[in-house]
Every structure is written in structure tokens, then in C-alpha cells.
């Protein structure tokens, strides 16, 4: 059984930074993302990683945000610098052991495991 816990969300001003980690017990070398949800909108995807570390963000943060992972599989993270208002929304990671095709690394339908999210907050 998979778990996901993350951490490290809260409230900042615009153009701060924000680093969002997530803490995975039961699994090796999955396919993992991050995703997003705001109030009245449809969950998307944010940035994703697979086993072999390859990275795919989604357009309206690349250049401001990272993913990535502790060499042992175990943590999964995101930095995030230049926050914006639009970056509010509640954060989850997410896993999965069969996703390969890098079509659909962003798109939350594809992933089994979820976490139960955290919170980021930027004010203006």
C-alpha cells in the first residue's frame, strides 16, 4: 500500500517561494507528479517526474517551479519561487507504478495514489 503525505504548504506574498515536500512509504521507483485544485476549478497538473527523472512541467510554471526527488525514491518535492496570486490552490502529489507515456504525465485521471493535499496560499 502506497502513502503520500505532503508538507509544507502555507501563505505567502507574491514573488516569494514555497517548498512543498511529500513523504512516500510502499512503492520503489513510480512515476510521481504534483497537481493542483483552486476553489471552482478543476484539478491540473503542475510538474511530474518518472523513474527514469525525467521532469515535465506545465506551462504556466515552468521557469518558477522544481521537481524533485531524494535519491532514495523516498521524498518527492517541489520548489516553488515567484509565487503568484493564480498559484493558490490546495497542492497534492501523486503516484503511479504503470504511467510511462509522457503524454499524460500531467494529467491527474492517470495517476492510483494520492496524497491529501496542502494548502498554498499568495497574497497580493
Known amino acids: 500500500q502506497v502513502q503520500l503525505v505532503e508538507s509544507g504548504g502555507g501563505s505567502v506574498q507574491a514573488g516569494g517561494s514555497l517548498r512543498l515536500s511529500c513523504a512516500a512509504s510502499g512503492y520503489s521507483s513510480y512515476c510521481m507528479g504534483w497537481f493542483r485544485q483552486a476553489p471552482g476549478k478543476e484539478r491540473e497538473g503542475v510538474a511530474s517526474?518518472?523513474?527514469?527523472?525525467?521532469?515535465s512541467y506545465a506551462d504556466s510554471v515552468k521557469g518558477r517551479f522544481t521537481i524533485s526527488q531524494d535519491n532514495a525514491w523516498k521524498t518527492l518535492y517541489l520548489q516553488m519561487n515567484s509565487l503568484k496570486p493564480e498559484d493558490t490552490a490546495m497542492y497534492y502529489c501523486?503516484?503511479?507504478?504503470?504511467?510511462?507515456?509522457?503524454?499524460?504525465?500531467?494529467?491527474?485521471?492517470?495517476?492510483?495514489?494520492w496524497g491529501q493535499g496542502s494548502q498554498v496560499t499568495v497574497s497580493s
Open positions: 517526474i518518472d523513474s527514469d527523472g525525467s521532469t
Open positions: 501523486a503516484a503511479d507504478p504503470d504511467l510511462r507515456d509522457r503524454r499524460y504525465l500531467l494529467l491527474p485521471s492517470k495517476y492510483a495514489w
